[in-house]
């Protein structure tokens, strides 16, 4: 008898315990505003927004440091009604997450209305996001990643694929619906490897020539149809600098906007040193090589404008703490000092 009354016991604790937590009540109710058209409009009017323009997000520079700034609604109409707009534009935003406090957080792209007049009334500029996501704080960089994805996907879903007749999205931005094929579409996102290539001792950094110059960085690639994480991995690093793969393992994952929505997952490799001689495919990759210890610590204390010379000749620098490839590259240097 006492042994099933703490099972019963701990059952009811456990079910408290979710029921009271933070998360799982956030998370339902962000689930709620998706489904829920209605309730989703009541949000709007309390909500707070995140904006853009042509997908560049709005921030504020304070103290040497960029701030992204959460308007309210209130606030939001009266940006509105400076620029002679109703408040219809709200209808336009996405839902992009909420507080722990529950107040939801939405993004809103005003690529339609003039620039200048924002920036002038709200006193920050709209930033490339390439350049918002390594200025920003770290909390930030995740939710402008994703802000700007859903955006970009809205952007490039206003008609059926089947039909060609426009779709219309839910007001939290989570689907879109073609009415005629009554096809439903839901935002998704690409899988990327992205592999850091050790042979013991050194790892393996490359050069895309989209990159600023003197970056490098750990190989990557998008999942082919059919293949699982481990296929991907041993492919690129074959394709693209000719080597086998003998061993790997997963690190973590993160979100990545660029090109559109991706998945990046992020994996260490190992190749035998005897077999080590890179073979570079150039239209994958500009430059690749091994870099030992001592180069890759010092590369990590290295920003993009220290790393030119007075010859011209630029230092190697690597992938800022945001990146998911800086967290590959500060794990291998761990594991070889430990």
């Not at 790393?307 to 000749?313: A, F, L, P, R, V």
Request: aromatic share 8%; glycine share 4%.
């Amino acid at each position: 008898m006492a042994a099933i009354s703490q099972a019963a016991y701990r059952r009811a604790s456990s079910l408290v315990c979710r029921l009271h937590s933070t998360y799982v009540r956030k998370m339902r109710y962000l689930n709620e505003l998706k489904e829920n058209d209605s309730l989703c409009r009541q949000a709007q009017s309390s909500g707070t927004f995140y904006l853009f323009h042509n997908l560049s997000p709005f921030l504020q520079e304070a103290e040497k440091k960029y701030l992204v700034p959460q308007l309210s609604a209130a606030e939001m109409r009266r940006i509105l009604e400076k620029l002679k707009e109703t408040e219809e534009w709200i209808e336009k935003s996405v839902l992009i997450g909420c507080s722990d406090e529950h107040v939801p957080q939405f993004a809103l792209d005003l690529g339609a209305l003039e620039k200048s007049v924002i920036e002038s009334e709200l006193k920050g500029s709209f930033t490339d996001l390439r350049k918002a996501l390594f200025v920003v704080d770290g909390k930030d960089s995740p939710l402008l990643a994703s802000a700007q994805s859903l955006l970009q996907w809205h952007n490039s879903h206003q008609y059926c694929s089947k039909t060609g007749q426009p779709t219309q999205k839910n007001v939290a931005g989570s689907k879109r619906v073609c009415h005629g094929s009554r096809i439903t579409y839901y935002p998704q996102t690409s899988p990327v490897v992205i592999t850091l290539v050790s042979d013991g001792s050194r790892c393996l950094l490359a050069r895309q020539p989209s990159f600023p110059q003197g970056m490098y960085s750990a190989l990557s690639g998008f999942c082919d149809i059919g293949e699982n994480l481990e296929e991907t991995v041993r492919r690129e690093v074959a394709e693209e600098v000719g080597l086998e793969v003998e061993s790997l393992w997963y690190s973590a994952s993160q979100h990545w906007p660029f090109p559109s929505s991706s998945l990046m997952i992020a994996c260490h490799a190992l190749v035998r040193a005897q077999q080590a001689e890179i073979s570079v495919d150039n239209l994958e990759l500009e430059e690749a090589r091994w870099f030992g210890l001592e180069e890759i610590v010092e590369g990590l204390k290295r920003q993009p404008r220290s790393s030119k010379q007075d010859d011209g000749s630029v230092l190697p620098w690597f992938p800022p703490k945001q990146a998911i490839a800086h967290q590959l590259i500060q794990e291998w240097v761990k594991q070889q000092t430990s």
